[in-house]
């Protein structure tokens, strides 16, 4: 396994996306990245129409040696832990919180329609908070160029 990882040349600790240098501002590169799912590098995929390919925009701060200008191909990095750090706080979190509120909703409540009411309503308050918190988390979320 380790001799394919180096013919790669695919590194087991970040996440490698190839894309275009769209736009740029004074400290940061946009970088435009197709983003697709597995069934859009299937060999079959024509005959069952499930194909998923679409353009993301990801921003990257700028290197002090960089020097890429708009157009330019790069291949972006970003570290598994932190693609780890964003499953759990966009679906695993949410889930659980969801699951809690269901299990004190039953117990509170006798009615098990406000139970679920209660604990999907609990996810607008999560997610405006995981919103609100945006500029912080951008800031752990970090792409680099390679």
């Known amino acids: 396994m380790s001799e394919y990882l180096q013919q790669t040349?695919?590194?087991?600790d970040s996440i490698?996306?190839?894309g275009v240098i769209r736009t740029m501002d004074k400290d940061k590169y946009y970088v435009s990245i197709v983003a697709?799912?597995?069934c859009a590098s299937c060999s079959v995929k024509g005959a069952c129409n499930v194909t998923e390919i679409k353009e993301?925009?990801?921003?990257v701060v700028k290197g002090k040696k960089?020097?890429?200008k708009i157009g330019d191909?790069?291949?972006?990095?970003m570290e598994k832990s932190l693609g780890t750090k964003a499953v759990f706080l966009g679906y695993i979190l949410p889930f659980i919180v969801l699951f809690i509120t269901l299990i004190v909703g039953l117990n509170v409540f006798d009615d098990e329609g406000i139970a679920g009411l209660s604990a999907?309503?609990?996810l607008v308050p999560y997610y405006f908070a995981l919103y609100y918190l945006r500029g912080r988390l951008s800031n752990t979320f970090i792409f680099r160029i390679r």
């Open 16 to 18: 490698k996306h190839n």
């Open 66 to 68: 960089d020097s890429y």
């Open 73 to 77: 191909r790069v291949e972006i990095l």
């Open 9 to 12: 040349d695919c590194a087991t």
């Open 36 to 38: 697709q799912s597995a």
């Open 56 to 59: 993301e925009t990801v921003e």
């Open 120 to 122: 999907l309503g609990i």
